[in-house]
């Protein structure tokens, strides 16, 4: 058949021709509803047509439908297999649907036909990226500034390169270099925003979202980032904050179409199907807590389904896939294609790992795709998708009566502990340090986005009440950020050569930078959770702030699951007090330090099977009020 008529001759080539030029037209001027008809009506008399095809296969990347694109671009490589172009636009496809591998097989083979293809050298760096392979990723990104040195996109990207290898002044460079070329580029603000973050500069990083957010404002990712960054900041009210999650709850509930969530099915005589979705099944946080329920879980009364949203893994995602009965790769999967899969599969509680952290899949629960969904471990506050029944946690991170008001999720108090911690085999010893003739060293770990100014001024006012103490931080790489922080203290009264910036080591390095302290200082207004019961387990005190949210109130929860009540400060000046007086009592300090990993292996905090019977209780509840269509049940 000729690419210029159908069967029945009902279009001439010159139709064809006029017919594909409106379209494209309509495409150019941003009418995508009219260029989207255009296009289907010329593959409706040409369905061959090589260029239709790749047009709209682009367009349906443009508005999110990646396997459409996918399915258009296969068509034209079936008429033109010397396409670059087509092949491009399949490896975008195939990398947006998940399939990574497919995708940089495509982009070579665009470059291969075509090396100086500009898109094509842009997406095969960035289908590289995804593997974690920066080294074949960079030629690419080079290459294509090469043909394009004024692209935004290539410099967005390079950036994106740059922040992969953690170096965050050559990322801060790229961002800023695509938005000198083009200053409403969404995702360079978004991008930058991100650096800002890591670096420990939360409020500029705020701004620099919400710019994002004013050009492209139907962006979950970015919205996401903006809250957490919120939850960060120690100027933001509380009630400001909650505000935020629910209007981005609003905003994207009104773009899912109705739903009728799936009913619970009788429950007697069959296991519970749970589904625990995360791009967290790898070497992270989330996955330290984790595995620890999972290991205990009653697969006579459970089965567990673990639905992973990230494009690559490690030996703990092999590990987690070996212990569960079903391990489903979703990255890329359509929410909508997702949910009805979810459904299919008679999930009865599908539980978030994620919150609105990094690649999280929280637009897959405004489907509702399961009879009971609930929120756990890796956000520790509300999602504001009212889709949300339940947030696990605990009557320290979340006390009666105190946070009810700032969660759309009804919160599920369990009974001790909302937290689960598994010791790291590899763990050294417990240090001892000779602390009258080395001085008090105090450290903090966690990450620099955590570390507010008023984290900062509590720690340079007990640098300056404890003689000779000094304090291992870990810091941004980025030389800037490092001399404000130096200078911070300096203008305090804390000598620079006192304060020690550590970068981020691997595990066993990181372990051993515990060795070289006595005590560990919290950070706020985000405190830590993974990093407290670190410290605790390498024999450090940890001293922290409790605030009124959740997110200042993970490192009060772990400490009160140990018995380290009197470690739990309420005001700064509290904060400043315990330190100081633990730092005075050397030999107190000493029998803290040597008791400490003892009494946590003795604590709820790392008792698995307990803590997996709590989950389960409170599964098989929430089952048993959504069988009975009872209202959300208060723990």
């Known amino acids: ?155 967005n990207n390079l950036g994106n390169l740059y922040r992969e290898q953690r170096q965050p002044a050559q990322a801060m460079a790229a961002y800023q270099r695509a938005l000198e070329l083009e200053p409403n580029h969404a995702k360079a603000h978004a991008n930058l925003a991100n650096i800002l973050r890591d670096i420990g500069d939360v409020d500029a990083a705020i701004a620099e979202f919400r710019r994002s957010l004013s050009l492209s404002p139907n962006n979950p990712d970015v919205w996401s980032n903006l809250l957490l960054a919120l939850n960060e900041s120690d100027r933001v009210p509380r009630e400001a904050i909650f505000l935020e999650h629910v209007r981005y709850g609003e905003r994207f509930a009104r773009r899912i179409p109705a739903r009728r969530r799936p009913s619970m099915r009788a429950l007697k005589g069959r296991r519970l199907r749970i589904g625990y979705v995360s791009s967290d099944f790898r070497k992270h946080a ?24 990230y494009p690559r893994g490690d030996e703990v995602t092999a590990s987690i896939r070996t212990a569960v009965e079903h391990f489903v790769p979703i990255a890329g999967v359509p929410d909508r294609v997702l949910a009805e899969r979810i459904t299919g599969e008679g999930i009865d509680v599908l539980v978030d790992l994620n919150g609105h952290s990094a690649d999280n899949r929280l637009p897959l629960f405004f489907f509702a795709a399961a009879p009971v969904q609930a929120t756990w471990l890796g956000y520790p506050g509300t999602t504001g998708v009212r889709a949300i029944d339940y947030r696990l946690t605990d009557s320290c991170a979340d006390p009666p009566g105190a946070t009810e008001s700032l969660h759309t999720e009804t919160l599920w108090r369990l009974p001790t502990t909302a937290w689960c911690y598994e010791p790291y085999a590899a763990a050294p010893a417990v240090t001892r340090r000779d602390r009258v003739r080395q001085g008090i060293a105090f450290t903090c770990l966690n990450g620099p986005g955590k570390t507010s100014a008023a984290a900062l001024g509590m720690w340079a006012e007990i640098l300056r009440a404890v003689p000779r103490s000094r304090l291992q931080l870990l810091a941004s790489p980025h030389a800037l950020r490092m001399s404000e922080l130096l200078g911070f203290f300096s203008e305090r009264g804390v000598a620079p050569e006192r304060i020690e910036l550590v970068a981020r080591q691997p595990l066993a390095s990181y372990l051993a930078l515990y060795g070289n302290a006595d005590i560990a200082l919290d950070s706020y207004p985000h405190t830590g959770a993974t990093t407290t019961c670190d410290a605790l387990w390498m024999g450090l005190p940890v001293v922290t702030l409790a605030g009124n949210r959740p997110f200042t109130r993970s ?38 330090r040597a008791e400490l990993r003892a009494t946590m292996s003795g604590s709820r905090l790392t008792d698995g099977r307990a803590f997996a019977r709590d989950m389960e209780e409170a599964f098989v509840a929430m089952c048993q009020a959504a069988a009975a269509n009872a209202p959300r049940l208060e723990s």
Do not use: W
Not at 28 to 43: K, T
């Open 555 to 592: 490192g009060a929860s772990v400490l009160t699951n140990v018995g380290l009540r009197d470690l739990i400060a309420e005001t700064p000046a509290d904060y400043v007090r315990i330190a100081c007086a633990l730092a005075a009592d050397h030999a107190g300090l000493a029998r803290l």
């Open 286 to 309: 989330v996955a330290t807590f984790f595995e620890p329920l999972l290991a205990a879980h009653d697969r006579s009364r459970f089965e567990i389904f673990c639905y992973y949203n």
């Open 1 to 155: 058949m000729s690419a210029g008529a159908d069967a029945s001759g009902a279009g001439t080539t010159a139709d064809i021709a006029r017919m594909l030029s409106e379209a494209s037209a309509a495409h150019s001027a941003g009418d995508l509803q009219r260029a989207a008809a255009g296009f289907e009506a010329v593959i409706k008399l040409a369905p061959h047509h090589s260029q239709a095809l790749r047009a709209y296969a682009l367009l349906a990347l443009q508005v999110g439908q990646p396997h459409a694109a996918l399915s258009l671009a296969q068509r034209a490589l079936a008429d033109d297999a010397a396409s670059a172009e087509a092949y491009q636009l399949l490896g975008v496809a195939q990398r947006q649907c998940g399939r990574l591998a497919e995708a940089i097989a495509s982009l070579e083979q665009a470059v291969k036909l075509n090396p100086n293809l500009f898109d094509a050298r842009l997406n095969l760096g960035s289908a590289l990226l995804d593997t974690g392979d920066a080294g074949r990723a960079l030629p690419h990104y080079q290459r294509a500034l090469a043909l394009n040195p004024h692209s935004a996109s290539a410099h």
